[in-house]
């Protein structure tokens, strides 16, 4: 225990120490993510219960009806809730579309396809650009979120330290490519179903026959994808390594292995079967009469190309992984294959267990109105202020930013945020569609993954911080990664006001307007 004499000298805390001081300890103290959907459904069967009690309504301004609360207390709503909680899990579009994918990133991931992807990238590319090397090996492995904390960012420190250079400012350029790449990327990834479903939930309050597919934000996730390549190579070389100066630390460096003869081999015929896969799509949808092409109208947007999506995504990995597997020896039979299958699929128990509440939230949300009243009102609102241009997607995403700090996990957040403001913003005279609400989430989300402790890796990033020097801890993180969330927000923000204003869509069947 420190004498008064101790405690009287040490240095008072600054305002922003003591801010993620209360950050830190308010969310350690929120529940499980389930218990909190839980507690949420409750909520939405009190408050259905309230507003219809005093006549809460609205006028639809999509087909002029009038929108009353439906009482989940009333014998109708317990006879709905009690028929239709099994219906709720299991139509919750993200509990299929995340269950398929894995299978194809849990064989990527279980014959080391993944892991010897990202040492190719970083070890190919000359010393002088080997800051943006690290970085974009973060944003790929966004593929595979594991991949990226679990090998990427203490690779990055390594990679730093071997060449002499400041072992934090390879974590932090990792780290930087890593959070980024959950906005940003140039491959349609496991978290893209996932935000697309929960945004197919949300605006079918609006319109029913609403789908939003998960390559909604693809283009603008690949200029996304370049707008964290510089900001994070530039932050890396011109603002954090020169603050942290020469490494005095005693840590020993690490020889980083190259690629053994077969892991190259099966790198290049992986490389090839994606090649080969790609060109076989290609002719399913770009001939007039393409196999996957909308039989009636010849369209592809409106195709079973995108209906089934999801299955092209699955496809993409599995193949290449299969292979890959098979040369390095990974996979020498079906059942080295199921194995690893099997051993990524047992890791979502959580999840399940997480989507079966959510659904329920958002479920009983959409059927006692309280979504679309709150969603027509606020809308109204809005557009009375005049508050409806790009500034209002730019708040969001600060919004956004500002939730991520207290709550870790995305596809959790974007649950309880997708039902309020996808409906508002669809419902505004310029009525934006669910995509550009998305994007706006995935970048506030990604800015403030680099900084709060709440994110769930962030532990162990102070692990391998602690390698170099045991005196880093949290507060090392959290100001060397500062400069990121403050460049990147300025940047990215602006770059998807610009994507406003020229009306470019954001990915295929992604208008950034409602027709």
């Not at 200029?223 to 020169?242: C, H, I, Q, R, Y």
């Not at 990664?481 to 295929?508: H, K, R, S």
Request: hydrophobic residues 55%.
């Amino acid at each position: 225990m420190a004498t008064p004499s101790e405690s009287s000298n040490k240095p008072a805390k600054s305002f922003f120490a003591r801010t993620l001081d209360f950050i830190e300890i308010v969310g350690n103290k929120l529940p499980h993510p389930a218990t909190i959907f839980g507690g949420l459904a409750v909520l939405v069967i009190l408050l259905s219960w309230l507003f219809h009690a005093i006549g809460s309504s609205a006028v639809n301004p999509a087909d002029g009806n009038t929108v009353t609360v439906n009482n989940l207390v009333s014998a109708d709503g317990f006879r709905w809730m009690y028929t239709n909680i099994l219906d709720n899990f299991l139509r919750f579009p993200p509990l299929g579309y995340v269950l398929v994918v894995m299978v194809g990133i849990g064989l990527a991931e279980g014959t080391g396809l993944f892991a010897v992807m990202i040492r190719a990238l970083v070890l190919s590319a000359p010393s002088k650009f080997i800051t943006a090397a690290v970085v974009l090996a973060g944003i790929i492995s966004g593929l595979a979120v594991e991949a990226g904390y679990v090998i990427l960012i203490p690779l990055g420190a390594m990679i730093f330290h071997a060449l002499g250079r400041h072992p934090m400012a390879g974590l932090a350029a990792a780290f930087c490519g890593v959070s980024g790449g959950f906005g940003a990327n140039f491959f349609i990834g496991s978290i893209d179903p996932i935000l697309a479903g929960i945004s197919t939930s949300a605006a079918q309050i609006i319109d029913p026959e609403m789908v939003v597919n998960p390559a909604v934000n693809y283009y603008f996730m690949i200029a996304s994808s370049f707008v964290v390549l510089f900001v994070g190579t530039w932050v890396t070389d011109k603002v954090v390594e020169p603050r942290l100066g020469k490494y005095e630390g005693t840590a020993e460096r690490f020889k980083i292995t190259q690629l053994t003869p077969e892991e190259s081999k099966g790198l290049r015929w992986a490389g090839i079967t994606v090649v080969v896969y790609i060109v076989a799509m290609a002719f399913t949808v770009i001939p007039e009469n393409g196999l996957l092409r909308n039989p009636e109208t010849g369209s592809i947007l409106h195709s079973p190309f995108f209906t089934g999506i999801i299955i092209g995504i699955l496809l993409l990995f599995l193949l290449p992984a299969l292979v890959y597997g098979i040369i390095v020896g990974t996979v020498k039979n079906d059942k080295d294959m199921m194995k690893h299958i099997i051993k990524s699929m047992s890791g979502m128990g959580g999840y399940i267990v997480l989507v079966f509440f959510a659904a329920q939230f958002v479920y009983f949300f959409n059927y006692s109105n309280l979504g679309l009243i709150i969603a027509i009102k606020g809308a109204s609102g809005l557009t009375a202020i005049g508050f409806t241009g790009p500034v209002l997607i730019a708040a969001f995403v600060l919004l956004a930013a500002f939730i991520n700090l207290f709550m870790g996990s995305a596809s959790a957040k974007w649950a309880i945020i997708a039902p309020v403001f996808i409906p508002m913003l669809m419902l505004l005279e310029n009525g934006y569609h669910p995509g550009i609400t998305q994007a706006a989430f995935r970048i506030g989300d990604s800015l403030t993954n680099l900084v709060t402790p709440m994110m769930s890796y962030f532990a162990l990033i102070v692990t391998f911080a602690e390698k170099y020097d045991e005196r880093y801890g949290i507060g090392t993180i959290i100001s060397t990664m500062l400069p990121y969330t403050i460049f990147l927000a300025i940047v990215w923000i602006a770059v998807l006001m610009l994507w406003i204003w020229f009306g470019i869509p954001l990915g295929p069947d992604g208008p950034i307007y409602l027709n």
